[in-house]
């Protein structure tokens, strides 16, 4: 691996729009082949973007969530599966910059995430629990310094790319389900027995192979607060907050596309407005309202941030969760307009128009923690939590 | 304090913990016991009923729910308030 020191030039979105151009330039070819987007996020490593919310102390640039969503957006509108692969690797390192600052193992490996700019994935899917994050079935074996974790991990996104994965497990072997930690596990600390291969409806790119997941590794890599906290104060809001975003740059993309159809059509036949104008104004209307939801929740994150009674509030985890709701289901109605105004050019494959892979990749965003399970658990908590329904406050 | 044996078995009745809650202490964490979220909902609304309160918004969050001392003491809590307003 190439590593870069140099701090690239311009500020963050510049350097991410550099990105974006490689990428868009092999997304095709990394949704036809489902193949890991490697031109991207070598990209990523040159322009240094991985380490960005690490804290300037430890090397990073104390990047802010709302910078990182803006940058998924960027990317997300060139290539979503390089997108959603930036997001869950920021996601992870926002579990370490919440919850692992004041532990020195995890304060030194932040400093290595910045300066190698190592990419992190995720194991919190589990056969038999499947999207139940708050649940595990494998338990950590502690054993004096040593911690010892086995897991059927179905999901695991770029499991082969990955330096480092942070995986969910029970505290220890007589816990319940939801007494949960998480450890961070070193390449060259586990071995992945691929289980399943990830030929999928869309989002190919992210590699979502199924593995058997074998680690050891010194115990004071799990993260010294336990996972309902990080889940609750750092992980719900970064997951929810960052994969919108991706999920924004997806549908702006295919409603830049289907107002550039609209343009030329107009320009052609000045005379009479083209059939998709009205289309368009509703696709617009319906992008807005995703945009706000996501600059809301920022803003309610930013707002709860400092508090950690208010993170772990039900108000704080069903404002979230209405995020996701709401932006994966908005996103595939616009996308479905966008391919009514466009009409057989977006069917089509290779054409400027095609919304093919932006229609399957977007039908990834209500199934990444199926949108029933956030549903059930929000009208749980609302059998108690009265909404706040005013405008302002 | 004179909530905490009604509360306990409150949590007995709703917790739906894997383990006898007379095995717990009182500042025994519920959630390493296994209460689920939505347990703790149910929990919630069975305390709102016995006492006859209403959970604040800022009561609404884990810590309020951690053990059975801290649901006993937002439970008097919130009766003294309750009673004074
Ligand atoms: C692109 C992509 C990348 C991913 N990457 C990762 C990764 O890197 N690491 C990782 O750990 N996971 C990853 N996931 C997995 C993902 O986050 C979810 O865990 C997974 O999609 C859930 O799988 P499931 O639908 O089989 O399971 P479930 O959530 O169990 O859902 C199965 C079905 O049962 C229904 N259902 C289940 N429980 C309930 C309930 N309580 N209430 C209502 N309905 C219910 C659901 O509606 C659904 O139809 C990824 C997913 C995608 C799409």
Known sequence: MTIHTRTPTGDLSARMRRVADIAAAHADSVDREGRFPQEAVDALRAERLMGIQIPAELGGE?????????????????????????????????????????????????????????????ATTEGGIGGNLRNSICAIAVDGDTCRLEKNATVISYGDQSDAILITSRSHADAAPSDQVMTVFLKDQYTLEKTHTWDALGMRGTCSDGYVFKGEAPAEQILPRPFAEIAAQSMLAHAHILW???????????????????RAAARKSPEAAPPGAIRVAEASSLLQGVKASI????????????DDDKLSSMSFAVAMNNLKIASSQTILTIINHCMLICGILAYKNGTPFSLGRH?????????????????????????????????LS | MATAETIR?????????????????????????????????????????????????????????????????????????QQAA
């Open chain 1, 62 to 122: 104390s990047a802010s969530t709302a910078e990182i969503a803006e940058l998924c957006s960027i990317l997300g509108r060139a290539c979503s599966a390089s997108a959603m692969i930036f997001a869950m690797h920021q996601i992870k390192a926002s579990s370490l910059v919440t919850h692992g600052g004041e532990a020195p193992w995890h304060q030194a490996f932040m400093a290595r995430v910045a300066g190698e700019q190592l990419l992190l994935g995720s």
């Open chain 1, 244 to 262: 919108s975003a991706v999920w924004y740059g997806i549908a702006a993309d295919a409603f830049a596309k289907a107002q550039a159809f609209v």
């Open chain 1, 295 to 306: 600059v809301a929740a920022l803003e309610a994150y930013e707002q709860a941030k400092t």
């Open chain 1, 359 to 391: 229609l399957r990749d977007a039908h990834s965003a209500q199934l990444m923690i199926s949108n029933d399970r956030i549903l059930g658990n929000t009208s749980t908590m609302l059998l108690i939590h009265k909404q706040d329904t005013s405008l």
């Open chain 2, 9 to 81: 078995d409150i949590v007995a009745k709703h917790g739906k913990l894997p383990v006898e809650v007379s095995t717990l202490a009182d500042d025994g964490d519920l959630y390493a016991a296994g209460l689920s979220s939505f347990a703790s909902v149910q929990l919630m609304l069975a305390i709102e009923e016995e006492f006859d309160i209403e959970f604040p918004e800022n009561r609404l969050n884990r810590k309020t729910f951690q053990t059975i001392a801290a649901i006993a003491e937002a439970v008097d809590e919130l009766t003294r308030d």
